[in-house]
């Protein structure tokens, strides 16, 4: 069975952010947040490109290697989320199962509400 993992990455102050994520809570979505307003994430928003939020990835893991599938900035609803994650699957097994993750900062600006989130240093 495929587990699939989503992580958004966001700040608690941008509200397309928070409607996001209690949107996927509402759902009982698992994921992890990572907010981007916290030093220690910083490396990992990096990582990742960050530059807008909220950003939403799904994934695999295979190997401890991630294969992300979807890769989306702005607010995304549970049920279209979940249709792109089911076409890009298409072609694979159906059982898969959602599972959750979450994580950092820098200058980033927010899709929805477009206020910039600058990392206080």
């Known amino acids: 069975m495929n587990s699939i993992y989503i992580r958004i990455f966001g700040s608690s ?10 949107s996927l809570q509402m759902h009982s979505l698992s994921f992890e947040f990572i907010d981007v307003d916290i030093e220690e994430t910083q490396d990992f928003c990096d990582l990742h490109n960050i530059d ?3 950003r939403t990835q799904a994934y695999t893991k295979n190997d401890n290697k991630e294969n992300i ?6 607010y995304i609803s549970p049920q279209l989320l979940m249709s792109k994650i089911s076409s890009k699957l298409r072609d694979k097994p159906t059982d898969v199962v959602m599972k959750g993750v979450s994580q950092k900062n820098k200058t980033r600006t927010c899709n929805g509400c477009k206020n910039d989130k600058n990392n206080n240093e």
């Open 69 to 74: 599938i979807i890769d989306i900035s702005g």
């Open 52 to 54: 807008k939020i909220p």
């Open 13 to 22: 102050e941008c509200n397309e952010c928070m409607k996001l994520k209690e």
